[in-house]
C-alpha cells in the first residue's frame, strides 16, 4: 500500500510517500514560508516525480497534533481535501509519536523524549520505551513545564534521547537538573512526514470527516475569548 504523509506542526513541512517498508520519497523545507503555500506544492510535485497518481494512493496519512495551531490546522485541512476528493482512508497520528518512530534505538535504559516548544514555558511531550517492535507508549501527549519533565524523568530513574525543535531548551534544563539527556543527531531531531508515515503503519484509518486536530489546550483567541466572558 503507498502511504502519503504530511507533517506541517512546526516550522518545518514535509511529505513523504511510503510503500511496503521502502521510503520512495521524502521533500522538506524549512524555509518559513507558510505552510499553507507550501504543503499541497510539494505533495503534488513529490507524487508526479514519482510518477503516481492520487488513485494509486491507499492512504492519507497526517501529523493531527499537537503542535502549531496554524500549522496542524492546515495539515489536517489538506488531507482531509486530498482523502475526500479522492475516497482515500485518511489516519492522523500523534506528532510526538511519529517523532518516536523516525528515531533509531537510542540503546538500553535510555527512553525517547519528544519535545516540542509549546511556549508560556511548556512543551508538548510523550515519553517512549524502544523494544524490538519499536517504540512503546510510557505516557499520554501531554503539555508540560519542563520542572514537572525533569521530576517525572528522574522518578523513572532513566536517561533520555531528546528529538524535537524543543531538545535544546530541554537539555540545558534537564542537564542542569542533573538528569542524563543528549538531542538525536541531524533530520532525527525533527518532525518529518516519514516518522508520520511510520507511525500509520500501527494505526487504524478512519473516513477523512471523522479526523480532527489534537492541540492538547485551548488556542490564544480560546483563552482570550474564555477571560472575557468570565
Request: proline share 6%; aromatic share 6%.
Amino acid at each position: 500500500m503507498i502511504i502519503l504523509a504530511l507533517e506541517s506542526s512546526a516550522k518545518p513541512a514535509s511529505v513523504a510517500v511510503f510503500s511496503d517498508g521502502i521510503l520512495l520519497g521524502h521533500y522538506y523545507q524549512n524555509s518559513g514560508l507558510t505552510h499553507s503555500r507550501t504543503l499541497m506544492a510539494m505533495a503534488e510535485s513529490l507524487l508526479n516525480n514519482l510518477d503516481i497518481s492520487t488513485s494509486d494512493v491507499g492512504m492519507v496519512a497526517v501529523a493531527s497534533g499537537p503542535g502549531s495551531f496554524t500549522g496542524v490546522r492546515i495539515g489536517v485541512a489538506a488531507a482531509k481535501g486530498l482523502a475526500w476528493g479522492s475516497d482515500i482512508p485518511i489516519c492522523g497520528v500523534s506528532t510526538l509519536e511519529a517523532m518516536a518512530y523516525q528515531t533509531p534505538d537510542p540503546g538500553p535504559g535510555v527512553l525517547l523524549c519528544p519535545v516540542m516548544d509549546a511556549r508560556r514555558s511548556q512543551v508538548y511531550n510523550a515519553l517512549f520505551d524502544w523494544r524490538e517492535d519499536g517504540p512503546v507508549r510510557l505516557c499520554d501527549d501531554r503539555a508540560i513545564s519542563l520542572d514537572d519533565l525533569s521530576s517525572d524523568l528522574n522518578k523513572r530513574g532513566a536517561s533520555c534521547l531528546l528529538v524535537g525543535d524543543g531538545a535544546v531548551i530541554s537539555s540545558s534544563y534537564l542537564s542542569a537538573a542533573g538528569i542524563p539527556c543528549r538531542i538525536a543527531p541531524g533530520l532525527a531531531s525533527f518532525q518529518t512526514a516519514y516518522g508520520v508515515a511510520l507511525a500509520a503503519l500501527n494505526a487504524k484509518p478512519i473516513p477523512a470527516t471523522d479526523l480532527e486536530p489534537s492541540y492538547l489546550r485551548p488556542s490564544q483567541a480560546e483563552r482570550e475569548a474564555a477571560s472575557h466572558s468570565s
